[in-house]
């Protein structure tokens, strides 16, 4: 790859993270100096949240990031490729307002949709990756969601490369009804299929990761991994105790309980993210290398 394209790659890559998240903001407005900690309440300096990753300092409390921030993390400079940028939802069903609530979604967060996937190398070694981003429609599936997901798996095993996918969501798209429904099918043959081809699968849950996603893709990683804090589940712990009318153990459903009764392989700091995800890769190489 010559210089200069890796330089306007990276550019890119930057542009995005800038304008992801990136509202209306009145010139007139006083900006705030310090951005409170969701979980502890401590007032932490902006550029402290974005020096510790938007971990909080005080309590290690894990804030959604958005997807390509995540993936300016963690991909090598010069090497981000999107695939599928232009893949969007439309209104299939014509649901009221929906066409709206896109529109909104699109400026408000600067994402096309609540995924992003990308080709790339992560410590010298190409990977495929796709990003689920809760801050559009809580990450919520829908058809080009599940299309996403599904062409990255197929990048991935046509290229022979491995498959990262962050997952975020809030399950399924209602607006999309049954189309949304479809797309557990389509994710799980598609990452069965990449499985079955002898490809290396990563699933990282984060915070949350709940409905249909957990009931399809997410579940299906051959490492599964976690940010601390993280709920993971299919229905939300409010709606289980309703159900069974019983009170749930403590911690039900995050991260760290997952790990500890075998769903989740290991929780992960941010701060590890890409160190954790480099040594899976070499170590997929040399298994790799070794069967060859």
């Known amino acids: 790859m010559n210089k200069r394209f890796s330089q306007r790659r990276e ?8 304008r992801e998240g ?15 900690c969701p979980a502890c309440g401590t007032a932490v300096p902006k550029g402290k949240w974005a020096e510790n990753l938007y971990v909080c300092p005080a309590c290690g409390h894990h804030r959604p990031i958005g997807a390509y921030l995540r993936l300016s993390m963690l991909l090598d400079a010069g090497t981000f490729r999107e695939l599928d940028e232009r893949l969007c939802a439309d209104n299939a069903l014509d649901f009221p307002g929906y066409d709206e609530k896109l529109a909104v979604q699109r400026r408000r967060t600067g994402l096309a949709e609540a995924a992003v996937a990308a ?34 798996a197929d990048a991935a095993r046509k290229g022979k490369l491995p498959l990262v996918i962050f997952c975020a969501s809030g399950g399924a798209r209602m607006q999309e009804g049954i189309l949304s429904l479809m797309q557990m099918a389509k ?27 957990t009931a399809s893709f997410a579940s299906l990683g051959d490492v599964t991994l976690a940010e601390p804090g993280a709920l993971i589940g299919f229905a939300g712990p409010r709606v289980i105790e309703q159900t069974i009318g019983q009170t749930l153990p403590e911690g039900f459903q995050r991260a760290e309980y997952l790990e500890e009764h ?3 392989d290991a929780v992960v700091p941010r ?22």
Do not use: N
């Open 11 to 18: 550019r890119m890559l930057r542009l995005k993270v800038l």
């Open 22 to 36: 990136a509202g209306p903001v009145r010139r007139t407005e006083a900006q705030p100096v310090f951005e409170q």
């Open 119 to 152: 080709m790339g190398r992560v410590c010298g070694a190409p990977v495929v990756l796709a990003v689920m981003d809760s801050r559009f429609l809580m990450g919520s599936m829908g058809a080009a969601v599940g299309e996403k997901i599904a062409r990255a």
């Open 271 to 292: 701060s590890e993210m890409k160190q954790t995800l480099c040594r899976l890769l070499r170590l997929h190489g040399k298994g790799g290398a070794a069967r060859g």
């Open 187 to 213: 994710t799980a043959e598609a990452i069965t299929r990449f499985q079955a081809a002898g490809g290396l699968y990563i699933s990282w849950l984060t915070h949350p990761t709940t409905g249909g996603v």
């Open 262 to 264: 075998g769903f989740v």
